[in-house]
């Protein structure tokens, strides 16, 4: 067997492998865990082959092999349980949902979809035994293989198909934390529920009215109104909500803000970090200030940041990173994003394909009003016409609203931006007229 010969180790297998399947079932209680891991050790002996030493037991060599992995086994079904437990916990109400989703809806085009990235020879093997429901002797006849070549092939398929479902399952538990607006702000940077309204009895819509109203729903019903949300995310930063001085259009109290000093904090930690002068007091000083008015318990940012696989540019410094999307975050629907996308000349990274979406619309599917009452006193002439709104919405696959559907070739393609044109406007014609040494900007026909 050291030299190579297949007959030598289908021996092996077959004067070991019954026994030794017998002690690995005792111990994992599965007997799809332990074909997989009877499997998984003459894997492994077939490619240590030239290692063996001969003069040692061979059996003791073959059942410590089985006892790691055995013991791997275990310690990953600890970690999986940790991580699913958490996701779980969090999103306990949506589990069963999603769990009847998978099953029922999508298994057959998950399950076709995950066999045919199979490499070739393992998909026709998985096919002819799993699918068709062939013996490994007559697909071994067809293909021309040995029956452990085929055992081979098929607990490498299994273990890559259980590989995809897990990761499906995970990444359906994460989407799950984004299913409701409350969902969406909780345990993240307090700065979101500050910024868009979330149904939690705690964002007013008139505070000061008899009695008050809160925030239930996107005001989808608005669409025709300056008041409109298509997206799910209605924006609560700046709302006034003291009833009293709302007025009529172009007489309203609220105040405007010219000029607000946390811009001047972010752009002053953001120059020093451009300059490779920025220092903790720096930070201490500007970005920390603005998190401890926050609240919340945000922690500090330091100068040791350590890099996030979700930052948005490849080639900076983790600090300056760190800056701009604290940035991002404290000035969010305030009308700089374009401007800092622009100076940055970051279209390409930020703009470019990107598709926008909103929230789940599942949410929002057959929401009732009059389940609000008594304690916010729903306005219900509001019910037909939202869930009129509702219907209409289109969504992605993962149940997002689709920002554009009569735009961008329905929602399917992102942004339009041509980077060698558009990060300048094109130069009005009277002004060319007015000087024809002028010229046009780059990519813009007169």
Request: one cysteine or more; a neutral charge.
């Amino acid at each position: 067997m050291r030299k190579g010969n297949t007959k030598a180790f289908e021996d092996l297998y077959f004067a070991y492998s019954k026994r030794l399947y017998g002690n690995i079932l005792k111990m994992v209680k599965s007997t799809v865990v332990a074909e997989e891991i009877l499997q998984d050790v003459f894997q492994r002996i077939w490619e240590r082959r030239e290692s063996i030493d001969a003069d040692k037991s061979f059996k003791s060599f073959l059942f410590t092999i089985a006892k790691h992995l055995v013991c791997d086994f275990f310690y990953r079904q600890t970690r999986e349980r940790d991580m699913e437990a958490y996701l779980i916990g969090t999103s306990s109400e949506l589990y069963q949902h999603i769990d009847e989703e998978l099953a029922y809806k999508e298994c057959e085009t998950i399950l076709s979809a995950a066999i045919d990235r199979l490499p070739l020879q393992r998909r026709k093997v998985y096919t002819l035994c799993k699918i068709e429901g062939r013996s490994y002797e007559e697909v071994g006849k067809i293909l021309g293989i040995s029956t452990s070549a085929i055992s081979d092939h098929i607990v490498k398929a299994t273990k890559s198909l259980k590989l995809h479902y897990r990761e499906l399952h995970i990444i359906s538990l994460l989407l799950a934390l984004d299913a409701t607006l409350l969902k969406v702000a909780e345990g993240r940077d307090p700065r979101l529920a500050q910024t868009i309204q979330i149904n939690d009895k705690q964002h007013y819509r008139w505070q000061q009215a008899s009695p008050p109203v809160y925030f239930i729903a996107p005001a989808f019903d608005g669409w025709d109104s300056e008041e409109s949300c298509p997206t799910g995310y209605q924006i609560y930063k700046g709302h006034n909500f003291r009833y009293a001085d709302a007025r009529a259009a172009g007489q309203g109290l609220q105040a405007l803000i010219y000029f607000r000093f946390g811009e001047v904090m972010l752009i002053y930690a953001e120059a020093k970090a451009e300059l490779g002068t920025l220092t903790q007091a720096d930070l201490d000083r500007s970005i920390n200030k603005l998190r401890e008015r926050a609240g919340g318990g945000l922690a500090h940012l330091t100068m040791d940041v350590a890099v996030d696989p979700n930052f948005e540019f490849a080639n900076l410094s983790p600090i300056i990173q760190a800056v701009r999307r604290e940035r991002k975050v404290e000035l969010a629907c305030e009308g700089f994003r374009v401007d800092d996308i622009m100076r940055w000349a970051a279209a390409d990274e930020l703009i470019v394909g990107e598709i926008p979406l909103g929230a789940k619309k599942a949410q929002f599917v057959n929401f009732n009003f009059s389940d609000y009452l008594p304690e916010s006193q729903p306005d219900l002439s509001r019910q037909d016409k939202f869930a009129e709104r509702v219907a209409q919405l289109e969504v992605n696959a993962n149940g997002y609203i689709k920002i554009f559907k009569n735009t961008l070739n329905g929602g399917a393609e992102g942004f339009k931006f041509d980077v060698n044109r558009d990060y300048l406007y094109p130069i009005p014609t009277n002004q060319l007229t007015l000087n024809p040494q002028l010229g046009q900007n780059p990519g813009w026909v007169d």
